[in-house]
Nanobody
Framework: QVQLLESGGGLSQAGGSLRLSCTAS????????TGWHRQAPGKQRDLVAT???????NYADSVKGRFTISRDNAKNTVYLQMITLKPEDTAVYYC?????????WGQGTLVTVSS
């Protein structure tokens, strides 16, 4: 069974940093693209960053220069390093892959940034 498990969320003050992890079981993340998405209360789920199987990365304009997505193939984990956090980064963060043509999501991890 393929599963994604996020961790690393929590409370941070503005200007602080957090690192999120997305660990997969039953599937190798090095074979596909992985995306981090976030959903703030009352808002739609938005794409934050992606990393493809070759390690190429893309970022939403709102997080460029502050967030870094990376992958550790040995740990089968994709990370999202977040620095200079802002209150508007507050959201539930999800990782996602496309598996056999279907979107597979993790359960999410909550990030709260206080001003």
């Amino acid at each position: 069974q393929v599963q994604l498990l996020e961790s690393g969320g929590g409370l941070s003050q503005a200007g602080g940093s957090l690192r999120l992890s997305c660990t997969a079981s039953g599937f190798s993340l090095s074979l596909t693209s992985t995306g981090w998405h976030r959903q703030a209360p009352g808002k739609q789920r938005d794409l934050v960053a992606t990393i493809d199987h070759q390690g190429n990365t893309n970022y939403a304009d709102s997080v460029k220069g502050r967030f870094t997505i990376s992958r550790d193939n040995a740990k089968n984990t994709v990370y999202l390093q977040m620095i200079t956090l802002k209150p508007e980064d507050t959201a539930v963060y999800y990782c996602k892959i496309n598996y056999l043509g279907l979107a597979l999501w993790g359960q999410g991890t909550l990030v709260t940034v206080s001003s």
